[in-house]
């Protein structure tokens, strides 16, 4: 069955980068998303890529995809403090109906 | 900024008790999703409306769960009898239709279950 895997905690030192990674199952994904979840909030989409990309960019946010090794990495530059929060990573296998298939997230430490 | 609305945003209720969660989705997104999440993992999907219709809810506990979204627009989520094992966080989302990726859902705050 479909499964996504993601570290528990990341911590990181205020205004370096944080990388967040993400391992996923199913071959037949064609979307892979990156949701964020603040303490109080609900989730909320950050950016997503097509499974035929290796990159997408937008402003402080850097998506690579690895295709062949299921790999998919969430990088911040100059982390903020603003920035903690939970990180999901989620796919949607053609082969499931497109529903999303959910990590159990990375929470992001952001150390002054 | 049109969102999702969620009441209530918590309930502490004992097991065998009824719990009612209310949901409003944003205005014209056809789709709308239940979702549970217990503390540490990933949303779970419960059902998932299209309209007022029922698109899925395999993963629904259909012995004391039910859902509804009557004339396609708020949906109501009950659970009855309530189970200590129920305890999570109960997330609804919408999306303008689910047609295929890419879709963004837009989720509520969410409704913190606590059964005792």
């Not at chain 2, 029922?54 to 769960?65: A, G, N, T």
């Not at chain 2, 919408?94 to 989720?107: N, R």
Request: aromatic fraction near 10%; include cysteine.
């Amino acid at each position: 069955g479909e499964d996504v895997e993601q570290s528990l905690f990341l911590s990181v030192r205020e205004g370096d980068s944080s990388v967040i990674n993400c391992t996923y199952t199913d071959s037949s994904s064609t979307y892979l998303y990156w949701y964020k979840q603040e303490p109080g909030a609900g989730l909320q989409l950050l950016t997503y890529i097509f499974s035929n990309m290796d990159m997408k960019q937008d402003q402080r946010l850097t998506v690579l995809l690895n295709k062949k090794d299921k790999h998919l990495s969430l990088r911040i530059a100059d982390t903020q403090t603003g920035d903690s929060a939970i990180y999901f990573c989620a796919e949607s296998p053609m082969d499931s109906n497109y529903q999303l298939i959910w990590g159990a997230g990375t929470k992001l430490i952001i150390k002054p | 900024e049109a969102e999702v609305a969620q009441s209530p945003r918590y309930k502490i209720t004992e097991k065998s008790q009824a719990v009612a969660f209310w949901c409003d989705p944003i205005s014209g997104h056809a789709t709308l999703y239940w979702y549970r999440q217990i503390l540490g993992q990933g949303p779970e999907l419960l059902v998932q409306f299209q309209d007022e219709s029922v698109v899925d809810d395999s993963q629904l506990p259909k012995d004391r769960f039910s859902a509804e979204r009557l004339k396609g627009v708020d949906s109501t989520l009950k659970i009855q009898p309530a189970e200590l094992g129920d305890s999570a966080m109960y997330l609804c989302a919408s999306s303008l239709e689910a047609g295929g990726p890419p879709e963004e859902q837009f989720f509520g705050p969410g409704t913190r279950l606590t059964v005792l």
